[in-house]
C-alpha cells in the first residue's frame, strides 16, 4: 500500500463546475496536510495547507481534512481553464520535520472550456 | 524578492560525467531539500540539510553527492554511479512545520 494515494485521472470538469481532487494516506500520526499545483514542465507551488479536521477556505480552493478516515481533498469551485495542472497531495509524518514529507503521484485536472 | 533559485535550467550530461546542479535561496530558511520527479511520478527525496554543514540522506542518495557550506547555498552533483539520472530535479526549502516552496527546477537529460 503506497503511504500516500490519489487517483492518478486524468479528472476532466467544465468550466465553472467544482473540481473534487482526493488523497488517502496511511500514517495515522500524520500532522500536516499540503495540496500543491504543478503546470506542466513546471515546479510545485503550494496552494494550500491543512493541520486540523475540518475545512479550511482561501479564495476558490477549500481544503477538507478527516483523520479519522486518514483522507484529505481539496475542492476547487468555479474551475478555470487555468486550473489545469497536476495537483499533488503532500503528507507529513509525526516528527512535522519536512523530512517526513511524502508526496502522492498526482491527479491530473484539465477543465474544458 | 525572496526566493529559490535553480541552474541550469536543462542539463546534459555525457556517460561517466559528473554534473552540478545549482541551488541558491534567499528566504533565510534553514532546511534546504533536494528532490527528483520522474514523469507521472511523485517527488522522491535525495538529500536534505537542516543547517549549515550538515545533511543527511534521502530515499534515494545512491549516486548522488551534495554540500551545505552557506546557509544559502545546496548544491546536488549527480555523479557517473547514477546510472539512470534522467529526470526532472527540483530543490526546496522550508521552516519548521511549514510546506516546502520550490525552485524552478532543473532537467537533467543523458546524451
Known amino acids: 500500500q503506497k503511504e500516500v494515494e490519489q487517483n492518478s485521472g486524468p479528472l476532466s470538469v467544465p468550466e465553472g463546475a467544482i473540481a473534487s481532487l482526493n488523497c488517502t494516506y496511511s500514517?495515522?500520526?500524520?500532522?500536516?496536510f499540503f495540496w500543491y499545483r504543478q503546470y506542466s514542465g513546471k515546479s510545485p507551488e503550494l496552494i494550500m495547507s491543512?493541520?486540523?479536521?475540518g475545512d479550511k477556505e482561501d479564495g476558490r480552493f477549500t481544503a477538507q481534512l478527516n483523520k479519522a478516515s486518514q483522507y484529505v481533498s481539496l475542492l476547487i469551485r468555479d474551475s478555470q481553464p487555468s486550473d489545469s495542472a497536476t495537483y499533488l497531495c503532500?503528507?507529513?509524518?509525526?516528527?512535522?520535520?519536512?523530512?517526513?514529507?511524502?508526496f502522492g503521484s498526482g491527479t491530473q485536472l484539465t477543465v474544458l472550456p | 524578492d525572496g526566493g529559490i533559485t535553480q541552474s541550469p535550467k536543462y542539463l546534459f550530461r555525457k556517460e561517466g560525467q559528473n554534473v552540478t546542479l545549482s541551488c541558491e535561496q534567499n528566504?533565510?530558511?534553514?532546511?534546504m531539500y533536494w528532490y527528483r520527479q520522474d514523469p507521472g511520478q511523485g517527488l522522491r527525496l535525495i538529500y536534505y540539510?537542516?543547517?549549515?554543514?550538515?545533511?543527511q540522506k534521502g530515499d534515494i542518495a545512491e549516486g548522488y553527492s551534495v554540500s551545505r557550506e552557506k546557509k544559502e547555498s545546496f548544491p546536488l552533483t549527480v555523479t557517473s554511479a547514477q546510472k539512470n539520472p534522467t529526470a526532472f530535479y527540483l530543490c526546496?526549502?522550508?521552516?519548521?512545520?511549514?510546506?516546502?516552496?520550490f525552485g524552478s527546477g532543473t532537467q537533467l537529460s543523458v546524451l
Open positions: 526546496a526549502s522550508s521552516t519548521q512545520g511549514n510546506g516546502l516552496f
Open positions: 500514517d495515522r500520526g500524520s500532522q500536516s
Open positions: 491543512i493541520y486540523s479536521n
Open positions: 503532500a503528507v507529513n509524518g509525526r516528527s512535522g520535520s519536512a523530512r517526513q514529507l511524502t
Open positions: 528566504l533565510n530558511h534553514d532546511a
Open positions: 540539510s537542516q543547517i549549515v554543514n550538515d545533511f
